[in-house]
């Protein structure tokens, strides 16, 4: 990624992938959690930051938060300050790793047995020969006909190398392996989660050892996992992996933050996940306040991120502040109306983004959206944006509307909003007049 200084640099430089620690210097903004938050020393991220430090606590979060309001980078952020502070971490990025539509939370302990091995062989750790055979056997013992070629292999390998670094080698070639068909190979993946299944104690013992290894080098900093890309996971899915695992998840001897949907903290169900794990969300950043007035300082703190990325004359008067305020304090939602437009703009031979390339591409956004709601939400929808933000008595419609990220949550004080576009939308279908009062629809 490098910095627009003209609209054909737009697409590279609004993509949606979270920025890496290369980027930071140039691209972060570091003044957004005032305008997250209402508080300027209030920051979910330093919290979880703070709890990783903790040598006392074997602490599991969950970090919530609207897909596209920033978490990967916050994360990325967190990461790069405690990597200057002598911690070893690991992001697991799931949707890279797994079938999300095909994940339980077995899943999640393989991922973690090789992300420990990266992080041990970075740390130049001398991991004792017994422990590394150990995990060498609970692979190797008891493997169907399918895997058996290629295991007794690896075993031929290992099993002639005296030294612990050929075991070590040997071992990350197979959790290479083990990752691919986990995520590919359904006959396979059935097999390694049977075989974590009916010795799950015995694998986190094996996992803590190697953390404890890790913990050791770096003069007691316990290793640090955050699996990414959770937060997408459907419904179904997410307490198919979290709810009758929790105990599980979070009885790891390191610290681990896990991703989770937004949506699901209205489920019923979601009190007892309270009880296994430390819960924060990274709120969207405000750009209207709770009486549907803009926020300004939401908006220009949105700008200035924008502006660490292009040249701000790249837009026509008011065009940013335009696509800034319809999008509702949503990055992932805005950097797609930005390359749209951007790419529009292009087409034209234009050398900056004008009001209507920004409606065009505002208008594809709104479809998209409001793809996901029927006629039967015009009402609920019109009662939020009237002023039922913060008590919402229908928690399944308000959980399923979060999901298409067509309701909006804010935090500081927790209240929610409906998407601009989808005001818009409602307001085109005199569901709302323009006070945002009844109409004869709703």
Same mark, same amino acid.
């Given at each position: 990624?490098?910095?627009?200084?003209?609209?054909?640099?737009?697409?590279?430089?609004?993509?949606?992938?979270?920025?890496?620690?290369?980027?930071?210097?140039?691209?972060?903004?570091?003044?957004?959690?005032? =305008?997250?938050?209402?508080?300027?020393?209030?920051?979910?991220?330093?919290?979880?930051?703070?709890?990783?430090?903790?040598?006392?606590?074997?602490?599991?979060?969950?970090?919530?938060?609207?897909?596209?309001?920033?978490? &990967?980078?916050?994360?990325?952020?967190?990461?790069?300050?405690?990597?200057?502070?002598?911690?070893? +971490?690991?992001?697991?990025?799931?949707?890279?790793?797994?079938?999300?539509?095909?994940?339980?939370?077995?899943? *999640?302990?393989?991922?973690?047995?090789?992300?420990?091995?990266?992080?041990?062989?970075?740390?130049?750790?001398?991991?004792?020969?017994?422990?590394?055979?150990?995990?060498?056997?609970?692979?190797?013992?008891? !493997?169907? !006909?399918?895997?058996?070629?290629?295991?007794?292999?690896?075993? *031929?390998? !290992?099993?002639?190398?005296?030294?612990?670094?050929?075991?070590?080698?040997?071992?990350?070639?197979?959790?290479?392996?083990?990752?691919?068909?986990?995520?590919?190979?359904?006959?396979?993946?059935?097999?390694?989660?049977?075989? +974590?299944?009916?010795?799950?104690?015995?694998?986190?013992?094996? *996992?803590?050892?190697?953390?404890?290894? +890790? !913990?050791?080098?770096?003069?007691?900093?316990?290793?640090?996992?955050?699996?990414?890309?959770?937060?997408?996971?459907?419904?179904?899915?997410?307490?198919?992996? #979290?709810?009758?695992?929790?105990?599980?998840?979070?009885?790891?001897?390191?610290?681990?933050?896990?991703?989770?949907?937004?949506?699901?903290?209205?489920?019923?169900? #979601?009190?007892?996940?309270?009880?296994?794990?430390?819960? $924060?969300?990274?709120?969207?950043?405000?750009?209207?306040?709770?009486?549907?007035?803009?926020?300004?300082?939401?908006?220009?703190?949105?700008?200035?991120?924008?502006?660490?990325?292009?040249?701000?004359?790249? #837009?026509?008067?008011?065009?940013?502040?335009?696509?800034?305020?319809?999008?509702?304090? &949503?990055?992932?939602?805005?950097?797609?109306?930005?390359?749209?437009?951007?790419?529009?703009?292009?087409?034209?031979?234009?050398?900056?983004?004008? %009001?209507?390339?920004?409606?065009?591409?505002?208008?594809?956004?709104?479809?998209?959206?409001?793809?996901?709601?029927?006629?039967?939400?015009?009402?609920?929808?019109?009662?939020? =944006?009237?002023?039922?933000?913060?008590?919402?008595?229908?928690?399944?419609?308000?959980?399923? %509307?979060?999901?298409?990220?067509?309701?909006?949550?804010?935090?500081? $004080?927790?209240?929610?909003?409906?998407?601009?576009?989808?005001?818009?939308?409602?307001?085109?279908?005199?569901?709302?007049?323009?006070?945002?009062?009844?109409?004869?629809?709703?």
């Amino acid at each position: 990624m490098k910095y627009a200084n003209q609209i054909s640099e737009m697409l590279n430089a609004f993509s949606p992938a979270p920025l890496k620690k290369e980027q930071m210097t140039e691209f972060y903004c570091a003044d957004t959690m005032e =305008y997250r938050t209402s508080d300027k020393y209030d920051s979910p991220i330093e919290d979880l930051a703070d709890i990783c430090r903790n040598p006392e606590e074997y602490s599991a979060c969950l970090l919530l938060g609207h897909r596209g309001c920033g978490k &990967s980078t916050e994360l990325n952020r967190m990461s790069e300050k405690l990597a200057k502070e002598g911690y070893k +971490i690991r992001t697991i990025n799931c949707s890279l790793d797994l079938d999300l539509f095909n994940i339980v939370h077995l899943d *999640l302990f393989i991922l973690m047995g090789e992300a420990l091995l990266e992080l041990a062989e970075e740390s130049g750790c001398e991991i004792k020969k017994q422990t590394l055979e150990r995990i060498k056997n609970f692979w190797l013992e008891g !493997t169907e !006909t399918m895997l058996s070629e290629e295991m007794a292999e690896f075993a *031929l390998e !290992t099993g002639t190398e005296l030294e612990t670094k050929g075991i070590f080698a040997g071992l990350l070639n197979l959790f290479a392996k083990l990752k691919t068909d986990l995520k590919f190979n359904e006959e396979t993946r059935k097999e390694y989660r049977k075989k +974590i299944s009916v010795r799950t104690s015995e694998w986190i013992g094996l *996992l803590g050892e190697i953390a404890e290894e +890790i !913990t050791k080098k770096t003069e007691g900093k316990r290793p640090i996992l955050i699996f990414e890309d959770l937060d997408k996971l459907n419904p179904e899915d997410a307490w198919r992996v #979290f709810y009758n695992y929790a105990a599980v998840l979070a009885g790891m001897r390191f610290p681990v933050i896990y991703t989770f949907p937004i949506g699901l903290s209205y489920d019923t169900r #979601f009190s007892a996940m309270e009880s296994y794990f430390v819960i $924060k969300t990274l709120p969207m950043i405000k750009i209207e306040t709770i009486e549907n007035k803009p926020f300004q300082k939401g908006i220009d703190v949105i700008k200035e991120i924008v502006g660490k990325r292009a040249k701000l004359d790249l #837009f026509e008067t008011d065009v940013l502040k335009r696509m800034i305020q319809d999008t509702g304090g &949503s990055l992932r939602d805005l950097f797609r109306v930005i390359n749209t437009a951007a790419t529009r703009a292009e087409r034209r031979d234009s050398e900056c983004i004008s %009001m209507e390339d920004a409606e065009r591409a505002l208008e594809e956004l709104k479809t998209s959206l409001t793809r996901r709601i029927e006629g039967k939400n015009y009402k609920f929808l019109g009662n939020i =944006y009237r002023g039922n933000k913060e008590r919402i008595e229908d928690k399944e419609m308000l959980l399923k %509307m979060l999901q298409a990220s067509v309701v909006l949550e804010y935090n500081g $004080k927790r209240w929610h909003n409906v998407h601009p576009l989808v005001v818009r939308f409602l307001k085109e279908q005199g569901e709302i007049d323009d006070d945002g009062k009844q109409s004869g629809g709703i």
